[in-house]
């Protein structure tokens, strides 16, 4: 494992990467309030793809943006082209769980010729809101906004204190999400805190609608992947589900699991996404 500091989108933010001499480059963008720990487990099921994960900015070992701006989801669309660029490829190996997955989406959509494959962990774009909603969501960003500055963060007195409570928000197993929780967190007085952004917390002040989403995906040229929990956020959601008939060149793969399915069956979402790369 190789970590470094790169700069992206204007934000100093972590990387890593393992098998460096693996034959396949993938860049991996991890789930909101998660971190590149996330992609760990998969690695020693994928030993020919060379991966690189990033912490986005205001999570995991990254910087947080500057005092007084706020974090805006599309951003993450210049964070992926300036890690391309950074690290030289014209044609470029998408895998993004959630929240990642949402901005590799639409980033695969807006610049069809740089993507040439694209894995998508219970994701299958972002939230969305329609016209009605948009005054409701300014009001709400606002709002929120403010109440940051009677809000403090939650201090664990120990690890495991802080890994039972992140287990039970998540519905997953403390083990699997633990080395999301090890990068995750930072000691402070009385015990531990997380790193992240509280500002990541607040509601996005715009969204795209549905129908605006849906045009988007359909441009969506390279052959996709999607590995879907048979427990996940996507079930029984037929919004989201109808969406898949907007990908061109869409494959389901559905694995017994919820939304960190990959944290779950780890070899088996690590095969099946070594071999759609491959």
Known sequence: MIE??????????????????????????????DNLATFECLVGHMPDIRLVA?????????????????????????????????????????????????????????QQARVNKLCLIESLGPLTAEPEQATELLKNAVNQRASLANKQKPVYASFNEALAARAIASQIEREPIKPIVERGLEKVEGGYTWRADSRMRTTSPSRLSEIQLTAVLKHIAAPTLLIEG????????????????????LTTRLVSGGHHVHLEQPQSCGEQIAAFFC
């Not at 989108?9 to 972590?14: I, K, M, R, T």
């Not at 048979?230 to 060149?249: A, C, I, M, P, Y």
């Open 4 to 33: 470094s500091q790169i700069k992206l989108a204007g934000c100093d933010c972590a990387v890593v990467e393992w098998n460096p001499g693996g034959s396949i480059l993938v860049f991996a963008l991890h789930g909101w309030l």
């Open 54 to 110: 990033i912490d986005f900015p205001g999570h995991g070992h990254s910087a947080h943006i500057a005092p007084g701006c706020a974090y805006h989801f599309l951003d993450g669309l210049y964070l992926i082209d300036d890690l391309a660029r950074h690290y030289g490829q014209e044609s470029i190996n998408l895998l993004g769980h959630s929240m990642g997955g949402a901005v590799s989406s639409l980033y695969s959509a807006s």
């Open 230 to 249: 048979t427990e996940g956020l996507l079930k029984g959601n037929d919004t989201v589900q109808q969406r898949k008939q907007h990908f061109s060149h």
